[in-house]
């Protein structure tokens, strides 16, 4: 579960790439929209073939909310970082995920992190750091409180969908969600961006790839690991984001990488390969309570049949024969 789990952060990390080399300048909520509509229409099609799933009742506000944080918050503030913060630096807060989960699982469950964890996750955070964080890299202001809230955003639905019911219809799910983040999404970059501008052929071809694996495909397999993992080793996989942001600039971008750099990749690998030897929760693990099934009641034990007892007078017992 954790190797496919994996395949999501991987799959962001050649965001930073698409986003800087195929898509407009300076539109962040249009490249934030077109993310998650037609990978939303697209996975509510596919899951439709097979049941027509939808949220029922409490499911409404709980897609709602985390529609939010995994979409209507944090894609716009990711897009505003990457094109603010020059020097892998939007990818380097992102190294901070184990803390931001671990400060608000505790938080909202009451769940006190091991030690062991935390320690991996400020290790892991400095080892991304040297990767991505190049000398004399221009700090902006908006550009690193845009990947502060970004990845606080995303925190809070990591935390959230390990604690909210799981839907029986996982696919169906995350089209929802999605389609819900447009919702958010759509209406807003009208009004403060305008009418989109005209698409280029790379525009179209990376607009499609974002959508369609960097989104659709990456959250479906997200969203199905990290309810079956520790909640340490969700943040934990997800440092390969950066790290593939990284390794594709050096291969695509002639980006070079220092023996600094190359600590801190390292760093980071061991990181990641802790979170993955985590492995699956214990059978044992709580249900949660609305999807918990019913107990059967006990039943009653029957009476055990008992044989007469005796002196009763029963006709043709040897005590009516001796006593008659």
Wanted: aromatic residues 8%; proline residues 10%; contains cysteine.
């Amino acid at each position: 579960m954790a190797g496919a789990t994996l395949l999501a952060p991987i799959a962001w990390g050649t965001s930073y790439v698409t986003i800087t080399e195929l898509l407009p300048d300076d539109r962040s909520l249009l490249v934030a929209a077109m993310r998650v509509v037609p990978s939303a229409l697209v996975l509510l099609i596919v899951s439709a073939l097979a049941s027509r799933w939808r949220p029922q009742g409490a499911d409404w506000w709980r897609t709602g909310v985390l529609a939010a944080f995994n979409f209507g918050i944090f894609f716009p503030l990711l897009v505003i970082a990457v094109y603010r913060l020059p020097g892998g630096v939007a990818a380097a807060v992102g190294g901070l995920q184990p803390l931001f989960v671990a400060g608000l699982s505790w938080l909202v469950t009451g769940h006190t992190p091991r030690g062991l964890d935390l320690a991996v996750g400020c290790v892991a955070a400095i080892g991304v750091g040297l990767v991505v964080i190049h000398p004399g890299a221009d700090l902006d202001p908006v550009g690193l409180l845009a990947a502060v809230g970004a990845n606080v955003s995303f925190a809070a639905g990591v935390v959230l969908t390990k604690r909210f019911p799981a839907p029986s219809n996982r696919l169906a799910a995350t089209g929802w969600q999605l389609l819900l983040g447009g919702v958010i999404l759509v209406p807003l970059t009208a009004i403060v961006e305008g009418a989109p501008p005209s698409l280029t052929g790379r525009n179209v071809a990376g607009f499609t790839y974002l959508s369609l694996v960097g989104t659709a495909l990456a959250f479906v397999l997200w969203f199905n690991g990290i309810r079956r993992l520790p909640t340490a080793a969700p943040p934990l996989l997800g440092l390969a984001a950066p790290i593939t942001g990284a390794v594709l600039g050096w291969a695509i971008l002639d980006q070079s990488l220092s023996p600094l750099q190359l600590t801190g990749f390292v760093v980071t690998l061991g990181a990641i390969a802790y979170g993955a030897s985590l492995g699956e929760p214990s059978s044992g693990a709580v249900v949660p309570p609305e999807r918990r099934p019913p107990s059967p009641k006990p039943s009653k034990p029957r009476p055990t049949p008992q044989a007469p007892p005796p002196f009763e007078g029963q006709p043709g017992t040897a005590e009516t024969r001796c006593c008659g």
